[in-house]
């Protein structure tokens, strides 16, 4: 997706400023970042009586005495360390209260605003009302924007204000249903099969009977994630005879379950099922005693990706979320709140780093928020009975600085960062390149990291399963172990980094060796 010039606001996160210079006393919402569209054209201000939907996200009570828990709960030597909340307990002691919902209620309605839905965890308001009711009580512009192929969709284009009375209770709101993400898949041409045997499919690609082998998965120790639940978000449902027929092929006997949620309405097979198919099947075929439950949503917006992140933290049932999409990075106040209670809970949240390089500086949201998980790609070669063989950075494995995060602390100190003062990304890596699928009643080969991230979350089934416990962010128990428990990447680049010993901003810290970092942690 190319830009034509078009530099417009998304991602709303609430900051104390001065007020709008309107005579309007409120607080102002700026742009946490202006995210630059790609095939977007702004089609002017949106007609005052159009609808438009907003998300209103509140704050967590004694955010200092959380953000003390959350470090604690990733610190081997503190005696909170791995005791995660439940839903409940996190909503006693952190979420927002009934009567600060209400409040915020009132006046949405008062303002003319229609409350469509309160989120479970009361974190997630959504209401509706004109645009002009919307940019009178916000104190903004919605314009309607057109997204290439997508439906017509709104944003704001100028910075909003909060009324004060709500500014004590509000965390974020936002103001648009941009596609701010796409999925991190694509199909390979391929030109000859020079690979057979068990560890490939028909068109010549790897499989994840391939991986199990090569980077030595628990599952080849007897560990294949029973007991244990996976999350995908994605726009797409997968047909169970493609399921079924990628797993008879090796065959891989399923002792797990795959089951569907619907968020915001969510549902069918579309464009994106390729990414489903690839998701679902490596997962369920790494871990064949695990559950996968997909969290479908109507389409790649920020509001349907918030809403299907803030479903799973108060389902609490997946501990591992595969995110196989992305796009330039923006900060996303709801999404961090749901993964910061998902945290509390031991989820731990994964996602793909990008497909475009080094993306001229510009990496990729969720993968490049400090408590997901960001998983670049590689080019594997196994050998001929399967074992591992060599691996080179993916020329498109998405990597590089965040322009808005600072550097966790779990980075501080890694030698070979590309900076030291803020988030570097990815954190790992694994093949991209290339996989057979089975997808809409036939094989296609799928390149891309949208293929690792789902096989981390394989792995991470199973060391749950080994050590009988979640690990919420993993992040802060990868970065201490040994170097032995990863290969390391050392040959190619994403454009702008190369691979080479050590941490590198194309492959993070390599590829796992999947029993030996499984008994390390």
């Not at 009570?61 to 953000?67: Q, W, Y």
């Not at 007991?227 to 065959?251: N, Q, R």
Request: with cysteine; hydrophobic share 35%; charged share 15%.
């Amino acid at each position: 997706m190319r830009c034509h010039g078009l530099w417009l606001a998304i991602g709303l996160a609430l900051t104390i400023g001065a007020p709008a210079q309107t005579g309007y006393s409120g607080t102002v919402l700026d742009a946490a970042s202006v995210l630059r569209l790609r095939d977007g054209t702004d089609l002017g201000r949106r007609s005052p009586g159009a609808p438009v939907t907003v998300a209103v996200t509140l704050r967590f009570n004694r955010e200092s005495e959380l953000h003390q828990l959350l470090d604690e709960l990733s610190d081997p030597g503190s005696s909170n360390y791995h005791r995660f909340l439940t839903p409940a307990q996190f909503a006693e002691r952190f979420g927002p209260t009934r009567d600060q919902a209400e409040t915020v209620i009132t006046e949405l309605n008062k303002a003319g605003f229609q409350v469509s839905s309160v989120a479970a965890n009361r974190l997630i308001i959504h209401a509706t009302a004109p645009s002009v009711v919307v940019e009178n009580f916000f104190k903004t512009e919605i314009h309607s924007v057109s997204q290439g192929v997508h439906e017509e969709h709104y944003m704001n284009v100028t910075p909003a204000t909060l009324p004060e009375g709500l500014a004590a209770l509000v965390r974020g709101v936002r103001l648009d249903n941009l596609i701010v993400a796409h999925k991190m898949s694509r199909r390979v041409n391929i030109v000859t099969n020079t690979i057979r045997g068990p560890i490939t499919g028909p068109d010549g690609g790897y499989t994840p009977v391939a991986l199990a082998w090569s980077f030595n998965f628990p599952v080849q120790h007897g560990y294949d994630g029973t007991g244990h639940t996976a999350a995908v978000i994605i726009d797409s449902d997968v047909a169970d005879s493609d399921l079924s027929s990628f797993f008879a092929y090796f065959p891989i006997t399923r002792t797990g379950s795959i089951s569907r949620e619907s968020v915001d309405g969510g549902s069918g097979i579309n464009g994106d099922v390729d990414e489903t198919a690839l998701d679902v099947e490596t997962i369920a075929s790494l871990a064949p005693g695990a559950n996968v439950i997909i969290y479908i949503i109507p389409e790649l917006s920020s509001q349907a990706i918030d809403d299907a992140a803030n479903q799973i933290v108060s389902d609490n049932t997946a501990e591992a979320v595969n995110m196989s999409f992305g796009g330039d990075e923006y900060q996303d106040t709801t999404f961090e709140a749901a993964v910061e209670q998902g945290n509390t809970q031991g989820i731990t949240f994964v996602a793909s780093s990008g497909d475009n390089g080094s993306n001229g500086g510009v990496v990729s949201t969720p993968a490049a928020e400090p408590r997901v998980l960001g998983v670049g790609g590689t080019n594997y070669t196994a050998q001929s009975n399967g074992a591992y063989g060599s691996e080179t950075a993916w020329s498109g494995s998405g990597g590089g600085v965040s322009q808005i995060f600072t550097i966790p602390s779990y980075q501080k100190g890694t030698p070979g960062l590309a900076s030291t003062t803020y988030r570097n990304v990815p954190d790992i890596s694994f093949p991209s390149y290339y996989t057979d699928t089975y997808v809409s009643g036939g094989w296609v080969g799928l390149e891309g990291t949208s293929w690792s991230s789902p096989t981390y979350v394989g792995l991470q089934l199973e060391i749950n399963q080994i050590h009988n416990q979640r690990f919420g962010l993993v992040n802060t128990n990868i970065y201490p172990v040994s170097e032995t428990d990863f290969h390391d990447i050392a040959h190619g680049s994403n454009g702008e980094y190369s691979a080479k010993k050590g941490y590198d901003n194309v492959t993070g810290r390599g590829s796992p060796r999947g029993w030996t970092l499984a008994n390390s942690l």
